[in-house]
């Protein structure tokens, strides 16, 4: 057997090698999407778990789900955008944050 491999894809025509690579692309993030579906899973499992024991963990709590909604399509407005935006930075104010 020989030392040295032979890169496939370089003996494909770039349509089947761009092919090649847009399906890798989109395993990849479907992976990436569903480590993140996880891990949100995971936090908001831990946010739902107890009650906040302070005014910050409450904020922490609420900022989560602020964060969440602007991501939506409902969101975009502008005027939605800057009260979030507002709400956040209050949060972070209040809480001695900088």
Same mark, same amino acid.
């Given at each position: 057997?020989?030392?040295?491999?032979?890169?496939?894809?370089?003996?494909?025509?770039? %349509? &089947?090698? @761009? #092919?090649?690579? /847009?399906?890798? *692309?989109? !395993?990849?993030?479907?992976?990436?999407?569903?480590?993140?579906?996880?891990?949100?899973?995971?936090?908001?499992?831990?946010?739902?778990?107890?009650?906040?024991?302070?005014?910050?963990? %409450? &904020?922490? @709590? #609420?900022?989560? /789900?602020?964060? *969440?909604? !602007?991501?939506?399509?409902?969101?975009?407005?502008?005027?939605?955008?800057?009260?979030?935006?507002?709400?956040?930075?209050?949060?972070?104010?209040?809480?001695?944050?900088?």
């Amino acid at each position: 057997m020989t030392e040295k491999t032979v890169e496939l894809d370089q003996h494909r025509g770039m %349509a &089947a090698q @761009k #092919a090649t690579g /847009l399906r890798r *692309l989109l !395993a990849d993030v479907e992976a990436n999407e569903k480590q993140l579906r996880l891990r949100q899973d995971e936090l908001e499992a831990h946010l739902m778990a107890a009650p906040a024991a302070s005014w910050q963990e %409450a &904020a922490e @709590k #609420a900022r989560y /789900l602020l964060n *969440l909604f !602007a991501a939506t399509l409902v969101s975009q407005d502008p005027r939605k955008q800057r009260l979030i935006a507002a709400v956040i930075a209050d949060f972070k104010r209040l809480s001695g944050e900088s």
